[in-house]
């Protein structure tokens, strides 16, 4: 770190109760999380595959929707910064979890970022705006945190 540079703190709150005397499949996964100073609270389960309410979100959704939402705000930066005038995005993101046996404790592997861009005008061209795309990744907090491999694959549109 950087002496005097200014550091970014962040804080959440996770709480839960219940008992799990009763065993692995018998507790309830349901939890809550809060991150102020946001006033949203997030209730949460964990993945249906490890017992969890499969109508909330898990903690592996939030860090592929971490790792996207990063990459659109990356972009949406970069693009401004560039002046090219972005209209629309959408991304239809995934990430991979594989279960390998006996190999140690299950990490997300793999996340496919696919932007979907609209831009107003003829340019920049496609190869100018794959290079916004590249830096932006470049410049994604989330991705530059995480130690699973990260693909953006990007499309564009002309509106």
Do not use: K
């Amino acid at each position: 770190m950087t002496e005097g540079a200014p550091v970014h703190r962040y804080a959440t709150t996770c709480t839960w109760s219940g008992s799990t005397g009763a065993g692995y499949d018998a507790y309830d996964r349901t939890h809550d999380v809060v991150a102020p100073p946001a006033d949203a609270a997030l209730r949460l389960s964990s993945d249906p595959a490890f017992g969890g309410d499969p109508g909330r979100l898990n903690p592996e959704a939030l860090l592929l929707a971490a790792a996207s939402s990063c990459q659109l705000l990356s972009f949406l930066a970069v693009a401004a910064r560039a002046r090219v005038d972005v209209v629309s995005y959408r991304d239809d993101a995934e990430a991979e979890m594989p279960e390998h046996a006996g190999s140690g404790p299950l990490w997300v592997e793999r996340i496919v970022l696919r932007p979907r861009i609209g831009v107003r005008g003829r340019t920049p061209s496609d190869d100018r705006l794959r290079r916004l795309v590249d830096l932006a990744h470049r410049e994604c907090f989330i991705a530059g945190s995480l130690r699973s491999e990260i693909r953006v694959e990007p499309a564009f549109e002309r509106v």
